[in-house]
């Protein structure tokens, strides 16, 4: 008889190491992972779930490894897997997801996401809020790094950030990320950015504003102009951005004066959408390390809102994130490593057609889900 043929991305898992006394293993930990990704893949939501899943596709996963012991109790999976080392798992996702991106530079959004009842009150432990970067044209998840709460964002974006390989990238941050050590360490890396300017630089914010409301004769302006129309609304934006950007240094002597790593231009965005007969405006503004034009500004910034859509909202609603009750350990933030990764694998997946939808595919038809999780089209 043959051997069973491993899935390649074991390989990149090989370096974790196994959390338990190795006289009592009965489930080997590459038979732990594969049988969390497949389950979370086809459907299953909790461990419940992915045990018994697993006990209804034994056949299946012995296409790959011998599960010599059978599957594994869903207490032993919430066992292991907030037992695992979470910086060396995310190492090992990082080096499985560099073998899948483009040589194509790519706009990376960072955000972040709270998984609302990963919480333990009596532990006095926060919910689990990560912050992910978000390849918006391959839609991959590129990384994440755990935090205790939304505020610590600042903190955690640079230790991401380090971890990307970002030569070539354009980086899109909203305003909690407009710092300038995580300015600074995109552009040591290799990349450029566009960051969201907002009243936490209440100066120059009140500046940039009095300027493009009121622009000097002798300052050039470029602007590009979309119209959308669905959902029973329609949404005007014209995007106007400045590569003169002398007048917000000019006579600017004092501590903690304005000087923002690599910049070289500010964008503003004015947006009007008329619903109902109601019209609302917006305006925002956006630091930028390169030279834009006002047309890719415009795509730049779409692009951002990718990762609302296409990950913290599939997230959500098609892998139900926000009703997990994994509370133990590193477990919410290894899960959400197991989550990445089956979300890139989906992503990759043909025939294109909703999240749902594949991931149902993949519950029903045994032979589309070993297409999945080996990439093949």
């Known amino acids: 008889m043959s051997m069973p043929s ?6 990149h898992f090989a370096a974790l190491r196994d959390p338990r006394q190795a006289t ?6 590459p038979e732990i992972l594969l049988l969390m990704l497949c389950g979370t893949i086809a459907g299953a939501d909790d461990f419940v779930e992915i045990s018994l899943w697993g006990s209804e596709r034994q056949g299946f996963l012995r296409r790959f490894l011998p599960f010599k012991h059978g599957i594994p109790s869903h207490d032993t999976l919430c066992d ?7 910086e060396l798992f995310k190492t090992c996702f990082l080096t499985w997801v560099d073998g899948l991106r483009t040589d194509t530079p790519e706009i990376i959004a ?7 009842r990963s919480h333990a009150r009596g532990k006095g432990r926060l919910p689990l809020h990560t912050v992910s ?6 839609r991959l998840v590129l990384g994440q790094e755990a935090v205790s709460a939304k505020s610590n964002e600042i903190t955690a974006i640079p230790v ?32 450029d950015y566009v960051l969201a300017l907002k009243e936490n630089w209440p100066a120059t914010y009140a500046e940039v504003e009095t300027v493009f409301a009121d622009p000097p004769p002798t300052l050039t302006l470029q602007s590009f102009e979309t119209v959308d129309g669905d959902h029973g609304r329609i949404e005007t934006r014209r995007h106007t951005i400045c590569h003169d950007i002398n007048w917000l240094f000019a006579e600017r002597r004092h501590p903690g004066e304005f000087a923002f ?8 965005i004015e947006s009007e959408t008329e619903r109902g007969g109601v019209i609302q405006t917006e305006t925002r503004y956006y630091l930028c390390s390169t030279k834009l034009s006002a047309e890719t500004l415009a795509r730049v910034v779409r692009s951002h809102w990718g990762i609302e859509n296409r990950l913290h909202w599939v997230l959500d609603v098609v892998f139900h994130d926000d009703l997990a009750r994994l509370r133990t350990a590193h477990g919410p933030a290894n899960m959400a490593v197991v989550k990445h990764t089956a979300m890139n694998l989906l992503n990759q997946a043909k025939p294109v057609t909703s999240f749902k939808n594949r991931r149902k595919k993949a519950g029903w038809n045994q032979d589309y889900l070993e297409n999945v999780i080996r990439r093949i089209a």
């Open 6 to 11: 491993q899935p390649c991305f074991l390989s």
């Open 24 to 29: 009592k293993v009965l489930y080997p930990l």
């Open 80 to 86: 292991v897997i907030a037992a695992i080392d979470p």
């Open 110 to 116: 960072i955000d972040g996401k709270t998984s609302r």
């Open 133 to 138: 970067a978000w390849a918006t044209r391959q």
């Open 160 to 191: 991401l950030l380090r971890r990307l390989e970002l030569a070539g990238a354009l980086v899109t941050i909203d305003a909690m990320g407009t710092q300038k050590e995580i300015a600074q360490t995109i552009i040591e890396g290799g990349g």
């Open 261 to 268: 790593p690599g910049l070289t231009a500010i964008g503003m």
